[in-house]
Nanobody, 121 residues
Framework: QVQLVEFGGGLVQAGGSLSLSCEAS????????MGWFRQTPGKERTKIGV???????DYADSVKGRFTISRDNAKNTVYLQMNNLKPEDTAVYFC???????????????WGQGTQVTVSS
């Protein structure tokens, strides 16, 4: 079965950093684009950024320059390094897999369970 599991969520003060990872199994990881998304109660899920199978990345303006996505295909793992965190970054963070980095969110094939990130002011 396909599984995506996020690790590394927690509580951090504004200005601090956190690193998230997402370990995938049951799929040919190197052929998938991997996206990071986040969601807060009462709001729609939004895309943070994505890394394609060739290594190209794209980020939302709200995190550009602060967040970095990378991947290690040998470990079937994608990472999200978050620096200079702000209270508005508080959300449940999800990783997901799609056949292309150009797919809209609704066309992502597989999703993780999410991990909570809380940034205190």
């Amino acid at each position: 079965q396909v599984q995506l599991v996020e690790f590394g969520g927690g509580l951090v003060q504004a200005g601090g950093s956190l690193s998230l990872s997402c370990e995938a199994s049951g799929l040919l990881f190197s052929t998938y684009a991997m996206g990071w998304f986040r969601q807060t109660p009462g709001k729609e899920r939004t895309k943070i950024g994505v890394i394609g199978w060739r290594g190209t990345t794209d980020y939302a303006d709200s995190v550009k320059g602060r967040f970095t996505i990378s991947r290690d295909n040998a470990k079937n793992t994608v990472y999200l390094q978050m620096n200079n965190l702000k209270p508005e970054d508080t959300a449940v963070y999800f990783c997901a897999a799609a056949s292309s980095m150009y797919k809209p969110m609704r066309e992502y094939d597989f999703w993780g369970q999410g991990t909570q990130v809380t940034v205190s002011s």
